[in-house]
């Protein structure tokens, strides 16, 4: 059984390996195609992790935010949206662990 167990482990590290060397092809890539100056605009935490990982100063207007698949495409749209007033709304079931605002009805968590 110990030998089964001991074969687990190894696969697992074997494989966490290969992902992580693709994950830095990916972000070798990625640093090719675009200048730590460029925003990523992403609707979820996909750019702050690029940014994070590439040690790259946050420059994009939605790193740590999330967007509805909806939302995203207005703002997409109009970005200048960003420069809108922001309103926040209080989370109905009390907890502050997400925060909601909206900018023209677009929500962002």
């Known amino acids: 059984m110990k030998f089964v167990v001991k074969i687990k482990e190894i696969v697992r590290f074997v494989i966490n390996q290969i992902q992580l060397v ?3 092809k990916d ?4 640093k ?7 925003s990523i ?3 979820n935490c996909f750019a702050g992790h690029i940014y994070q990982d590439l040690h790259w ?3 994009s207007p939605t790193a740590g935010l999330f967007f509805y698949a909806e939302d995203f495409c207005r ?3 109009d970005i200048s949206v960003l420069k ?8 109905p079931n009390g907890r502050a662990l997400m925060i909601k605002c909206l900018i023209e ?3 962002i968590r």
């Open 105 to 107: 009805n677009i929500d």
């Open 84 to 91: 809108r007033p922001v309103l926040f709304k209080e989370n």
């Open 22 to 24: 693709s994950r830095y």
């Open 75 to 77: 703002l997409v749209e």
């Open 32 to 38: 090719k195609q675009f200048y730590p100056d460029k």
């Open 27 to 30: 972000l070798m890539w990625i």
């Open 41 to 43: 605009l992403s609707m």
């Open 57 to 59: 100063p946050y420059t």
